[in-house]
C-alpha cells in the first residue's frame, strides 16, 4: 500500500527548513536567518484528510528550551531501532546536519551553543498559529491532543488543570486521551471532562469494580471530514495505577487491552469507517507492538515516551507518528482514503521555533490571562545556573543531579531517589532559576518529599523493579519512563539481563563503601505513589537548596555505569 | 519513586528477596496439571485466557478464560505457594463456556488455563503476570 516512493516524499523538518547543507557558523548563522515560518509551515496538502497531532505538551504555555535525552536505550527487538536513536546516530540515519536547526530540535549534542542561536521553542500561542495555519489549508482537520495535558507547571497545579483546558478549548481539538490527568483525582477529572466540547477517549479505560468500559470515557469518536468517515479510538497510558498513585482514582482500571481494541477496530470498521486513527499514550515501543497485533489500524498518534521523530514509522499497513513533547512540535499528517481505505500519506513534523513563529494574539492573551494571577510568585527569581540542567535521559540529568542534591542536604539523608519521568524543561547556562522553572521539573499532586530507612537489599530491589519496567525485553511490560535518578550512590547495570541480575557494584559515595544489603540506610524521595506520604513538597526542598547555593555550579556526574547496550 | 518507611516495614526482608526473581513454577501446578488431563497433550487450541501484562493489584487480578465447546477449565497460579485456583466445570445446558474472576498472585509469575474439550481433548494457555512495586511513570 505504502511504498518506498510514498516514503521519499514525506517531506522531512531538515530539508524543508535548510535546503543545502551548512559547515561551521557562518552557515549556521546563515541557516537561523534562512528560517522563516513559511519554511516551517511550508506543505503541499495532499490526498482529503488532514490529521493535526499533539501530545505531552505537560501544561507548557510558554516558549520554552528542551534538550532531547543523548541515552535512550532500546532493549529486545527495539535494540538500535528508533526512537532509541540518538545524538549524531540520529542526525545520520536522517540526513540531518550538525549545527542545523533540525540537530538543535530532534537531538542532543551542542544544546547550549545551538540554543544560543535558534532560541527557545514551544509555546501554545505559536501552537496555535500552526493549526490556524494547517486549517486554512484544510478547514475540516482534526485536531487530536494526546494526553499529558493537565499537568506539570505552576498553574496547572495552582488551577488543577483549569489552565490548560481553557488555552486548549481555545485551538478547538476534536478528542483527547489521557494520562497525568488523571492524578488530579477521579472527582476533577470527571469535572473537567464532563465540561470538555470535544471527546474524551481511552477504550482501555474501565471500571474497577465492574470491569466493563468506564462510562465517563467513550472508546471511540466518527468524524466526517474530506467525504470519508473517519475514527479515532482512544488509547490511555496503559499503567496508571502502577506508575501513579493509583489511590487517587480507585474507581477506573486501565491495562493495554489489546482485544479490546481490536472489538473496537471491527466495530467501527463494521459501522463504515474508511479511516481508523489511534490517539494513544501507550508509549511508542507498546505502540509499535500494539500494531503487529491489533490489525486495522491506519494511523498510530503514540505519546507518552516523548519521542519526536521526523519520519512515521511503518508496521505492516499501520503509520506511527511521534510527535515529540511539551509543546515543541505539532505534526501534520495528510492522508489520501479512497475506496475505504488509506491509499498514501504525507506527514510533517513541524517544529516551533518561538522566534520564527508568531504567535496568535488571541490565545497569547488567554495565556497570559491564565498566568496574571500567579506571576509575582512565579517569576520570583531563585538562583542562577552556570550549567545546562535537563532532565531526559535513561539514567541521569543535571536536573535531577540538583533535585537529588537538594534532598541529601535539606532532607539530611545518605541517599536520594527521584522518579525517571521524562517532562520538564531545560535551563541553559546563565539563566535564572525562577519558582516557576522549579514547579516546571516538580509539580505533582503527590510531590511530597519523604525521609526513611531502607535496607541495602531493598534498594537494590527497587533499582531492579525499576529497571525492568524500562528494560525488560517485551514492550507490554514497559512502563515508559526512565531510571529512577539515584542521588549519593553509583551502580552499575546491565541492560541485556534479566530482572534480578541487572544491578550490581552499588556504592555509597560519600564512604566509597559497597552498599551492605543488611545495612539501613537514609532515603530521601519523593513522588510516592503511596497514600499518606508525609514530608514537605519537593518544590520548597529545590527552592530552599538552590537559594542557598545562589548559582549552582555546572554538573556533571558519572556515578552509573551501564553495560550490555 | 514511591516507598514510604511503612512499605518498607510491610514488606520485610523475606518479601523483598522473593520480589527480585519471578516464581519460580511450582511443582504442585505440575501435578494439578496431571492430575487434570491424566498427562494427555494439551497441544489443543481454541482455549482464550485474558490476564494483565502488569497487575495494577497483585492481591485481585482480574482474569477471565473462554473456550466454547469445553466441559471443564482449570486455572492455576503456577508461582503461587497454593497453584490452585480454579476448576471451572461446564454442564451440557450452558449457555457459554467463559468463566471470569480475580485472583491473588504472590509475585510475577506464569497464569496458566487449561480446558478439556468435549472431545476429550485438551487446550492450554499461559500469560506471564508481572507484580511490580510500581512508580515513576513518564
Known amino acids: 500500500m505504502i511504498s518506498r516512493r510514498d516514503f521519499l516524499q514525506v517531506s522531512m523538518a531538515a530539508s524543508a527548513l535548510l535546503g543545502a547543507s551548512g559547515f561551521g557558523s557562518w552557515s549556521r548563522l546563515a541557516a537561523q536567518q534562512a528560517l522563516t515560518q513559511d519554511q516551517l509551515l511550508q506543505f503541499d496538502t495532499f490526498g482529503n484528510v488532514s490529521l493535526i497531532h499533539v501530545t505531552d505538551i505537560h501544561a507548557q504555555l510558554k516558549p520554552l528550551y528542551f534538550r532531547e535525552p543523548s541515552v535512550n536505550l532500546g532493549v529486545g527487538g527495539n535494540k538500535g531501532a528508533v526512537p532509541h536513536v540518538t545524538g549524531a546516530d540520529f542526525r545520520k540515519l536522517y540526513g540531518i546536519d550538525d549545527g542545523s536547526p533540525s540537530h538543535y530540535a530532534l537531538s542532543s549534542g551542542d544544546f547550549a551553543a545551538l540554543a544560543g542561536m535558534y532560541g527557545k521553542v514551544g509555546g501554545m500561542d505559536r501552537v496555535a498559529t500552526v493549526i490556524n495555519a494547517i486549517r486554512a489549508d484544510r478547514p475540516d482537520a482534526l485536531l487530536l491532543d494526546g494526553g499529558d495535558t493537565w499537568h506539570g507547571s505552576y498553574t496547572c497545579l495552582k488551577t488543577e488543570g483549569q489552565d490548560m483546558v481553557n488555552v486548549m478549548n481555545a485551538l478547538k481539538p476534536d478528542a483527547m486521551t489521557f494520562h497525568w490527568e488523571f492524578t488530579l483525582g477521579s472527582a476533577r477529572v470527571q469535572e473537567l471532562v464532563e465540561g470538555l466540547p470535544f471527546a474524551a477517549l481511552g477504550q482501555n479505560i474501565f471500571d474497577a469494580e465492574w470491569d466493563e468500559p468506564a462510562e465517563l470515557f467513550k472508546p471511540y469518536e466518527f468524524y466526517e471530514t474530506g467525504g470519508v468517515k473517519v475514527a479515532v479510538i482512544g488509547q490511555a497510558f496503559p499503567y496508571m495505577p502502577i506508575a501513579n498513585p493509583g489511590w487517587m482514582f480507585p474507581e477506573y482500571s486501565f491495562g493495554i487491552r489489546d482485544e479490546h481494541m481490536q472489538q473496537m477496530v471491527d466495530e467501527v470498521r463494521a459501522q463504515g469507517a474508511e479511516l481508523v486513527v489511534c490517539l494513544s499514550h501507550n508509549g511508542f515501543d507498546v505502540d509499535k507492538k500494539m500494531a503487529g497485533v491489533v490489525k486495522g489500524i491506519d494511523v498510530i498518534l503514540t505519546g507518552h515516551t516523548h519521542d519526536a521523530l521526523p519520519e512515521p514509522v511503518l508496521v505492516g499497513e499501520t503509520i506511527l507518528i511521534a510527535s515529540g513533547s511539551n509543546g515543541k512540535f505539532v505534526s501534520r499528517v495528510d492522508l489520501d482514503v479512497r475506496d475505504g481505505r488509506m491509499m498514501g500519506f504525507r506527514h510533517k513534523l513541524i517544529p516551533i521555533f518561538a522566534d520564527v513563529i508568531t504567535p496568535d494574539a488571541e490565545v497569547a492573551a488567554l495565556i497570559d490571562e491564565q498566568r496574571a494571577p500567579f506571576e509575582a510568585e512565579m517569576s520570583e527569581v531563585i538562583g542562577q545556573t552556570e550549567g545546562l540542567l535537563y532532565r531526559r535521559g535513561n539514567f541521569n540529568g543535571t536536573w535531577d543531579d540538583l533535585i537529588c542534591d537538594a534532598l541529601l542536604s535539606e532532607r539530611d539523608a545518605q541517599i536520594a531517589m527521584s522518579p525517571g519521568v521524562r517532562w520538564g524543561p531545560s535551563l541553559v547556562p546563565g539563566q535564572d532559576i525562577t519558582r516557576e522553572d522549579i514547579f516546571n521539573v516538580t509539580s505533582m499532586s503527590y510531590g511530597k518529599a519523604y525521609r526513611s530507612e531502607m535496607t541495602g537489599e531493598f534498594i537494590k530491589v527497587i533499582l531492579e523493579d525499576v529497571a525492568d519496567n524500562i528494560f525488560n525485553p517485551d514492550p507490554y511490560y514497559q512502563q515508559g519512563g526512565d531510571m529512577v535518578r539515584i542521588g549519593g550512590m553509583g551502580y552499575r547495570i546491565d541492560v541485556s539481563k534479566p530482572q534480578g541480575e541487572r544491578i550490581s557494584e552499588m556504592t555509597l559515595l560519600a564512604t566509597g563503601e559497597p552498599i551492605d544489603p543488611a545495612k539501613s540506610y537514609v532515603v530521601a524521595g519523593w513522588a510516592s505513589v503511596n497514600e499518606g506520604t508525609e514530608g514537605p513538597q519537593i518544590w520548597d526542598v529545590v527552592e530552599s537548596h538552590i537559594s542557598k547555593l545562589g548559582t549552582v555550579p555546572p554538573i556533571d556526574r558519572d556515578s552509573v555505569t551501564v553495560t550490555g547496550t | ?138
Open chain 2, 1 to 138: 519513586m514511591q516507598i514510604t518507611r511503612r512499605d518498607t516495614l510491610a514488606l520485610g526482608l523475606g518479601a523483598a528477596a522473593l520480589t527480585i526473581l519471578p516464581f519460580r513454577v511450582n511443582a504442585a501446578a505440575d501435578d494439578k496439571i496431571a492430575e487434570f488431563t491424566g498427562g494427555a497433550d494439551t497441544s489443543g487450541t481454541g482455549l482464550t485466557l485474558t490476564a494483565p501484562e502488569i497487575a495494577e493489584n497483585g492481591n485481585t487480578v482480574p482474569i477471565s478464560v473462554s473456550a466454547p465447546g469445553a466441559t471443564a477449565i482449570l486455572v492455576l497460579a503456577t508461582g503461587n505457594p497454593t497453584p490452585g485456583v480454579a476448576t471451572f466445570t461446564f454442564g451440557p445446558l450452558a449457555g457459554s463456556q467463559d468463566a471470569s474472576t480475580r485472583i491473588r498472585l504472590a509475585g510475577t509469575q506464569d497464569v496458566v488455563a487449561i480446558a478439556k474439550m468435549a472431545d476429550g481433548s485438551f487446550a492450554k494457555a499461559s500469560s506471564t503476570v508481572k507484580v511490580t512495586i510500581g512508580g515513576c511513570g513518564g
